[in-house]
């Protein structure tokens, strides 16, 4: 095994191996050929097709094969940087070689494309073996086939872009800030979409989170030189990533269950700091993990003077557990210790249940650490347990050298919120070694500072925006890696507030029949707060969030979600929004009605950018303002397919989302989204705008219909989220609904550009056959196509931007009928080529559907189709009448509880006289497809 040299302190003794260049944010080196995936920092990578280990720089050191098609994905936990949303300073290494049979062909290094739908981003040419993509340019060398290279490109976009061939600098062409060559939360390895990605053997991989430098590319040379780490750099440092679920679900391996997610839902429980807190969702038993590589601290955990310190707070309502539980492993994951929590019903609404274990001195042998946490539902339909502020560390324990005292804390305790304020922390050190300080705010935990000498005043300000009372607490780690307590809480009490200015208008997400979420974006971190009631005289008050969803640039872009519940059923309430300071007009809002009460809803899809005609045509702004306007004026609420944005850039939202979507039918009418590939990453500013009932696929009741959202980005990695589908769509709160609505960005069947999704074809539409889904709604291609299959109907709306005019028809199904390969008649372009969007009403057993057209100057066309169809038509020949009534007494004969058949109450899972009276009441009830 090639040696990768640790600068660490063993008792009193200093291993001299310090390097000037950076710390690895991550490090794979596939030493072990059962696990490859395994990282030495970091976070394991994610497998997909298959890779085998080889022998790598000599018979001691592993190495990976990367064949055709398979590739790695890399969560990096780098922070967006460089003055945009994405990650702008980041360099990658890679020590490889290229087999003689991959020669001639392209090899893929990277993929910055985490759906990997499009080119590579750093290729070997298969013409002369240089490095690079036309974008960047390529290297003047070229490489040898079977010869190991150590490859480190460095970028800062807006600057340069480099790549190092053995410490020797190549400069590029200088990339965009935010653009193609910004990193998303995750990175591809050896990625391509079409075949460019032949074999390449690696035997190490790292990420950093800067641009490496001329200087620090030499001095890690070439693939035969060790890479250097600085263990003593990680004491103290939380080893978790992604602790608090500020990045969604990034980090973190599902084992059990399949609704996890992080969320901002104040209703179901406040997080602790920060925006996002870990909930299971619906699952009844639930478990996620992290696994923490420990294997360049071997020599120190083996001699005893490794601790652990384990932090964690668990919520909890309805008698509903959580529980932690950390294992200490060996090199063949084999458990040693483990600390548990036990299970614990933690404390409600704001309040958090702590989980701490300190001091824990890691058995020899001790290789791994994982990090587990569990959810077990007790009652309801919810799995109320909730995790935050998620932590494991490790400390120095050697003999001789003690910790220092529990830093002192001075500074005033009542601030006003917005206001600088300054505190002095000081520690005394027994052996007098410099010491370095970590401050909790109560809002956040700041990094390590910089040593300084034992006892000379550590001076730092903070400012606290939300009003509130917080506990600061400090400790203190000395240059042996030794760490104080905390100090006790020290209180703070912040006052005051800003006044905001609304960026958009307060608008309306997440409907229930007694709750509303009112959004707005304001350009300062303020406390948000709503007034409300049945008259403009409200009488109650509902706190929220101020979060920040990403930046401008390096402005910070704040959203403010106020969450209010204890509403009553099908309710118009008056609100009026606080922006800090600032008050908003008044509004109204209706809550989702009950089961017998009709209700109208709209579906849009694809208003990634204002309407034009094609992808380049000059935009039509009155398209978009007719069709949000007549969306708000006529149905009760919204859902869309997806791509509401094209890209995470401030602009496109600024441009293309908040006019429309918040401005006009937002703050009217509440609005759910189905996001779709354009929204992607699951961390980009939408995401966190946007509030749906979960944060990944989900799914709500409204009226006596269930709406089924399946966000793209699970599916995006090449498999349906099937099991998560299947307990939705079987659940008593789906098969109890009328009415089973499943919204999916990309079309199962489609006819114009492509032919749908096979793997949709295959797993999802019997799922949806299966559980007497009525209709599925779409969007990606950007025109209007409709068709029905074994009782489903199949309804693609992505047609509020540019429409797919210059794409050809392949594929003509016989059950697409309307739009695609049948020409709607009227309509220029033929085809369902016209902008619009879908009208669809509910009243009992009935729906009635239209598609609505607009023409470019925003004129209303009319109706481009429609669909009149009544449940009581159980053989869909459009006539509700004694063959219909037939049928139905063959089933209730012989079985009596089929779903289709029960009409009138469908939670008693049987069909009787109610139900019969209720299809006499549609006897006469005349559609047509």
Not at 602 to 618: E, F, H, P
Not at 848 to 854: A, D, P, Q, S, T
């Amino acid at each position: 095994m090639r040696i990768v040299l640790f600068s660490i302190v063993v008792f009193a003794l200093s291993f001299n191996a310090f390097a000037s260049y950076p710390q690895p944010a991550g490090l794979w080196q596939f030493n072990d050929s059962t696990n490859l995936t395994f990282a030495t920092l970091g976070s394991n990578l994610i497998e997909y097709g298959s890779h085998s280990a080889v022998v790598g720089i000599n018979a001691n050191d592993g190495a990976v094969s990367d064949p055709l098609g398979s590739y790695y994905r890399c969560s990096h936990a780098l922070a967006a940087n460089g003055g945009g949303v994405y990650v702008n300073e980041w360099s990658v290494l890679m020590d490889i070689k290229v087999p003689a049979s991959s020669i001639g062909h392209w090899a893929s290094l990277y993929q910055t494309n985490m759906t990997n739908s499009n080119d590579g981003d750093c290729f070997v040419n298969a013409s002369n073996r240089t490095i690079g993509v036309a974008d960047t340019g390529y290297t003047r060398n070229a490489i040898n086939s079977d010869t190991w290279y150590r490859i480190i490109i460095s970028v800062d976009n807006g600057s340069f872009y480099r790549i190092y061939i053995n410490g020797s600098p190549w400069t590029g062409a200088t990339q965009a800030i935010d653009g193609r060559f910004a990193l998303d939360p995750q990175i591809l390895f050896f990625a391509d979409d079409n075949g460019d990605d032949y074999t390449i053997i690696c035997t190490n991989l790292a990420i950093w989170g800067q641009a490496i430098t001329d200087a620090q590319a030499l001095e890690l040379g070439n693939a035969y030189n060790n890479i250097v780490i600085d263990a003593n750099a990680h004491v103290g440092v939380n080893k978790l990533q992604n602790p608090s679920g500020e990045n969604e679900m990034i980090g973190w391996e599902l084992t059990d269950g399949n609704d996890w997610q992080a969320t901002d839902r104040t209703d179901w429980h406040w997080p602790r700091t920060n925006n996002y807190y870990f909930t299971p969702g619906k699952s009844a038993h639930s478990e996620m993990s992290q696994t923490i590589s420990l294997g360049y601290l071997a020599s120190e955990i083996d001699n005893g003077i490794i601790a652990a310190i384990a932090n964690g707070y668990i919520g909890g309502g309805d008698g509903d557990k959580g529980r932690i539980v950390v294992e200490y492993l060996n090199s063949s994951q084999q458990l040693l210790n483990s600390i548990d929590s036990g299970w614990i019903e933690g404390e409600d609404s704001e309040e958090w249940t702590n989980f701490f274990d300190s001091q824990f001195v890691l058995p020899a042998g001790t290789r791994f650490v994982k990090y587990r946490l569990l959810a077990e539902r007790f009652s309801g339909t919810d799995c109320d347990a909730f995790f935050d502020d998620l932590s494991w560390e490790y400390v120095r324990v050697q003999p001789g050298n003690t910790a220092s005292s529990t830093p002192s804390i001075t500074g005033s305790a009542s601030v006003s919120s917005g206001v600088s304020t300054a505190y002095t922390f000081v520690s005394t050190d027994t052996e007098a070694q410099d010491l370095s300080y970590q401050i909790d705010w109560g809002n956040e935990i700041s990094d390590w500072s910089a040593f300084q000498a034992s006892g000379t005043n550590h001076n730092i300000s903070h400012t606290w925006f939300i009003l509130g009372e917080y506990n600061v607490r400090a400790r203190a780690r000395d240059t042996n890696g030794a760490v104080s307590d905390w100090t006790l809480p020290y209180a703070i009490t912040v006052t005051g507030d800003a006044a905001g200015l609304f960026l958009s208008q307060p608008f309306l997400q997440n409907p229930d029949k007694t709750a509303m979420t009112i959004s707005w974006e304001t350009d300062r971190p303020v406390n948000p707060t709503v007034d409300w009631g049945l008259t403009t005289s409200y009488g109650n008050n509902t706190k929220g969030l101020c979060i920040t969803a990403g930046y401008n640039g390096s402005t910070p872009i704040y959203i403010c979600k106020v969450r209010i519940s204890g509403l009553s059923p099908d309710t118009t309430y008056h609100f009026r929004a606080r922006n800090g300071s600032t008050l908003s007009t008044d509004r109204t809002f209706t809550t989702a009605p009950n089961e017998d009460k009709p209700f109208t809803f709209a579906v849009w899809g694809d208003s990634q950018m204002v309407a034009r005609r094609l992808i380049g045509d000059t935009p039509h702004p009155e398209i978009p303002t007719a069709m949000f306007t007549d969306m708000a004026a006529m149905t009760d609420m919204a859902v869309s397919v997806g791509d509401v944005v094209d890209n995470s850039g401030y602009y496109i939202y600024t441009n293309a989302f908040r006019p429309y979507v918040c401005d006009i039918l937002g703050r009217q009418k509440p609005v759910s989204i189905a996001f779709g590939n354009h929204d992607e990453p699951a961390t980009s500013l939408i995401h966190k705008i946007v509030q749906n009932s979960g944060m990944r696929s989900f799914s709500f009741n409204y009226g006596n219909a269930h709406f089924t959202c399946i966000i793209y980005s699970d599916y995006v990695n090449g498999s349906l989220p099937l099991s998560w589908i299947q307990q939705d769509l079987s659940s008593d709160e789906t098969q109890n609904a009328t009415w089973r609505f499943l919204f999916i960005h990309v079309p199962p069947y489609c006819e114009r550009w492509f032919d749908g999704d096979i793997q949709m074809q295959t797993y999802l539409v019997p799922l949806m056959n299966q559980y007497n889904v009525q209709m599925c709604f779409s969007g990606h291609t950007h025109e209007y196509e409709r068709g029905m299959l074994n009782g489903t109907f199949y309804v693609i709306s992505g047609v509020c931007s540019y429409l797919d005019i210059a794409e050809s028809i392949s594929e003509d199904w016989p059950f697409m009928t309307v739009g695609g390969a049948q020409n709607i008649p009227g309509l220029p372009e033929g085809g369902g080529l016209m902008h619009g969007w879908t009208e669809v009403g509910i009243d009992g057993t009935e729906l009635n559907f239209k598609m609505h057209g607009y023409n470019l100057n925003g004129t209303y066309f009319g109706v481009l189709d429609t669909i009149n169809f009544s449940l009581s038509d159980f053989n869909m020949d459009t006539n509700v009448n004694v063959l219909d009534l037939l049928e139905m007494a063959d089933e209730w004969l012989f079985s009596g509880q089929s779903s289709k058949y029960d009409l009138f109450d469908r939670a008693d899972k049987i069909i009787n006289m109610k139900d019969l009276a209720q299809f006499a009441n549609s006897w006469m009830f005349q559609g047509q497809f």
